[in-house]
């Protein structure tokens, strides 16, 4: 977009101090015969040939009548109303500063407010708490755990997936090497190959890997059991949240990972591999030492196909041969707490042993 002209609303600013400037300096003596030029500045519906002498006005005069027509537009641009304030422009910022210096004074910028009078006050219980979904997606419907299947059939139906009793398996995030991005293609064909339903929802930052995913597109557009959708928006990943029975995350490494948190509150079972803060989060079904109350997923250690497909297997497995406990595996998941309710009390409960040791 090119680049706005200067604006033309502060042009009587830029005169008057144009106009004062010259009343400042003395202007040195015309050369024989100037006066017989013609203006340079004239208006195009005004023909003049000869230059007209202004009536004399003593300097002290002149010098304080422009002085108090400056002052007076500094003031309106200083104390403007808050609407005029909202609508300055970059141009309308520059007049103002050349108007603020004339004859060399500058007008000092009324006082910034403090931080605390700038920020509004909101009330604690106004805020959002971490465990409430903060976007609910057209088709997404609240728990009790039958609506999972809801939300289910609000997913196909969206991205035109068919209508059979099938798992679906579902990726979410960016595309790059950190999050394991050739297995997240082998993923996608094991996936179909064990009878299972695959949704995509990632762009990468990297043209190579952008291109290599939209050849993926072009190569499976016409399954009826895959949708890969190239990009990212917001009220989609929620639906897939919602829909999918079990997520990827096959990551080379990962520090936290905020996906698998996410889906467990959705109902959808994580398939992780064991790094970083998805091993904090999530603990396999079969051979987690936990309680089983604790297990909420699938985790596997190497990085290569092998290890994707052993966990993919067993979560494929349980959701066709034993429904009943993968719903169990659900809702342990959905019990899952990892807001900051715990980890505040937590650091409340050191502190306070500080303070009375």
Same mark, same amino acid.
């Given at each position: 977009?090119a680049?706005?002209p200067l604006a033309q609303g502060?042009?009587?600013?830029t005169?008057?101090?144009k106009k004062?400037? =010259?009343?400042?300096?003395? =202007?040195?003596? /015309?050369?024989?015969?100037?006066?017989d030029?013609?203006a340079?500045e004239?208006k195009p519906?005004?023909?003049r040939?000869?230059k007209?002498?202004?009536?004399a006005?003593?300097?002290?005069?002149a010098?304080?009548?422009?002085?108090?027509?400056?002052?007076?537009?500094i003031?309106t641009?200083a104390?403007?109303? /808050?609407?005029?304030?909202?609508e300055?422009?970059?141009?309308g910022e520059?007049?103002a500063g050349?108007?603020?210096?004339v004859g060399?004074v500058?007008s000092?910028?009324p006082?910034a407010?403090?931080? &605390? &009078?700038?920020?509004p006050t909101?009330?604690i /219980?106004h805020l959002? =708490?971490? %465990? @409430?979904?903060?976007? %609910?997606?057209p088709?997404?419907i609240?728990p009790?755990l039958?609506?999972?299947?809801l939300?289910?059939?609000?997913?196909?139906?969206r991205?035109?997936?068919?209508?059979? #009793?099938?798992p679906?398996?579902s990726y979410?995030g =960016?595309?790059? +090497?950190?999050?394991g991005? @050739?297995?997240?293609k082998h993923? *996608?064909?094991?996936?179909?190959? $064990?009878?299972?339903?695959f949704?995509?929802?990632?762009?990468?930052?990297?043209?190579?890997?952008n291109e290599? #995913?939209?050849? +993926?597109?072009y190569q499976?557009?016409?399954?009826p059991?895959c949708h890969?959708?190239i990009?990212f928006? &917001?009220?989609l990943?929620?639906?897939?949240y919602?829909g999918?029975?079990m *997520? *990827?995350?096959p990551?080379?490494y &990962?520090p936290c990972g905020?996906?698998q948190m *996410?889906a467990?509150?959705?109902?959808?079972v994580?398939?992780?591999?064991?790094v970083?803060?998805l091993?904090d989060? !999530?603990?396999?079904?079969d051979y987690?030492?936990?309680?089983w109350e604790q297990?909420?997923?699938? !985790? #596997?250690? $190497?990085?290569?196909?092998?290890g994707?497909e052993?966990?993919m297997?067993?979560?494929?497995?349980?959701w066709?041969?034993?429904?009943?406990e993968?719903?169990?595996?659900?809702?342990?998941?959905?019990?899952?707490?990892y807001s900051w309710?715990y980890?505040g009390q937590?650091y +409340?409960n050191?502190y306070?042993?500080?303070?009375?040791?």
């Open positions: 977009m680049k706005k502060n042009s009587n600013v005169q008057s101090v004062a400037a =010259r009343v400042d300096t003395p =202007r040195p003596a /015309e050369p024989a015969g100037s006066a030029r013609p340079a004239s519906t005004v023909s040939t000869e007209t002498p202004a009536p006005v003593p300097t002290g005069e010098v304080e009548v422009e002085a108090v027509e400056v002052e007076v537009l003031e641009a104390l403007g109303s /808050e609407a005029a304030a909202r300055t422009t970059p141009a520059a007049a050349e108007a603020a210096e060399g500058v000092e910028a006082p407010p403090a931080i &605390e &009078e700038a920020l909101i009330p /219980e959002p =708490r971490p %465990e @409430q979904p903060r976007y %609910e997606p088709g997404y609240r009790p039958e609506n999972k299947y939300n289910k059939e609000a997913l196909r139906d991205l035109w997936l068919r209508k059979e #009793f099938k679906i398996i979410v =960016r595309l790059d +090497l950190q999050k991005v @050739q297995l997240i993923g *996608i064909f094991y996936a179909l190959q $064990q009878g299972a339903q949704v995509l929802l990632g762009v990468s930052p990297e043209q190579r890997i290599e #995913f939209w050849h +993926l597109k499976l557009n016409d399954n059991d890969l959708e990009g928006n &917001e009220e990943s929620h639906l897939i919602a999918s029975d *997520i *990827i995350m990551s080379l &990962e905020l996906t *996410i467990l509150k959705y109902g959808t994580p398939i992780v591999r064991a970083g803060g091993m989060t !999530v603990f396999d079904r987690s030492d936990r309680p297990r909420n997923g699938y !985790v #596997f250690h $190497q990085a290569d196909a092998t994707l052993s966990a297997l067993r979560a494929i497995g349980l066709y041969s034993y429904p009943d993968f719903r169990r595996l659900v809702i342990n998941g959905m019990k899952c707490d309710n980890p937590h +409340l050191i306070e042993h500080i303070r009375c040791k």
